[in-house]
């Protein structure tokens, strides 16, 4: 079993990570709030993480808050030298399911500080712009990472939640090598963005990969993949997004080592075309 079975995609044509990934929101406690119930289980999923092939985890300054960070730099540090960061900043907390945007470029670099510091690292590998703040010209948020970049701080730039306007408005202003928008086998909204992103090389995140709906119903087309292939219904809605895209990077998170191991066996399983095609027209 490794994450290796997925392939690799190269962020801004240069550094490459293995495309099932690992995220780090769901070692926080409830809400994404404070620390989890069992420090010691989060610990050993990062460090099992890297021992399946995981090299790319994306986590945010907002996770806990600072929680995930602090989790990653305690089971990870040193890091390997194929290990990729990604980390956010841009949403604040003020509790437990609270987020409020906050893009103000003074800010936006003491989080990018901040994050140095947490993680432990010279250089932030991917740092994303969690989300746009209406209130702040996008030019000044993305203004802001580009100066952080083009003093060593960060390496590349990425977005969240974004369209495909956004993206390029924020092109116009720094080379842009990732996005991460929610995008699942119930939830494509974003597709137009993944068909932009597919075609210019542009990584795509998307995060709440395992939303499957009621494909997992009894009779559902997921279920009955699924135990034609004896998995898993979230392998298979893993395996479903690794196929649509080569830009696809699935960050599935988890706080269970078993459930961790579940998701990775998602990298070994090829869909057919019609199998392929069954999902995609399932909903």
């Not at 070692?27 to 399946?52: C, Q, Y």
């Not at 290990?83 to 509790?95: H, Y």
């Not at 699942?184 to 990584?203: F, V, W, Y």
């Not at 690794?242 to 998602?266: F, K, Q, Y």
Request: charge should be negative; charged fraction near 25%; glycine fraction near 10%.
């Amino acid at each position: 079993m490794s994450a290796a079975g997925s392939g690799t995609f190269q962020l801004g044509g240069e550094l490459p990570v293995v495309r099932l990934g690992y995220g780090t929101m769901q070692l926080t406690g409830e809400g994404v709030w404070g620390w989890p119930d069992d420090r010691d289980e989060a610990i050993k999923v990062l460090r099992r993480s890297v021992e399946l092939g995981v090299t790319f985890f994306d986590t945010a300054d907002s996770y806990g808050p600072e929680v995930a960070e602090d989790l990653l730099r305690e089971a990870l540090h040193p890091y390997g030298d194929d290990v990729v960061i990604a980390t956010k900043a841009g949403l604040t907390r003020q509790g437990p399911g609270v987020w409020t945007p906050v893009g103000r470029p003074a800010y936006l670099r003491q989080q990018a500080e901040l994050s140095l510091r947490r993680l432990d690292v010279e250089r932030i590998d991917l740092f994303q712009l969690h989300r746009i703040d209406p209130d702040v010209p996008l030019e000044d948020q993305v203004g802001e990472l580009k100066a952080l970049q083009d003093e060593g701080k960060i390496r590349f730039i990425g977005l969240s939640e974004v369209d495909v306007d956004q993206l390029q408005q924020a092109q116009a202003v720094a080379s842009i090598v990732s996005v991460q928008n929610m995008f699942n086998l119930s939830s494509r909204d974003a597709e137009p963005l993944l068909d932009h992103c597919t075609e210019h090389g542009i990584g795509f995140i998307p995060w709440f990969p395992l939303a499957t709906g009621g494909l997992v119903k009894d009779g559902g087309p997921l279920k009955e993949l699924a135990e034609q292939h004896d998995a898993t219904p979230s392998q298979l809605a893993l395996a479903w997004l690794l196929r649509r895209s080569p830009v696809m990077l699935p960050i599935p998170g988890t706080s269970s080592v078993a459930h961790l191991e579940d998701n990775i066996g998602a990298a070994d399983i090829e869909l057919t075309d019609d199998e392929f095609d069954a999902l995609t027209n399932a909903v």
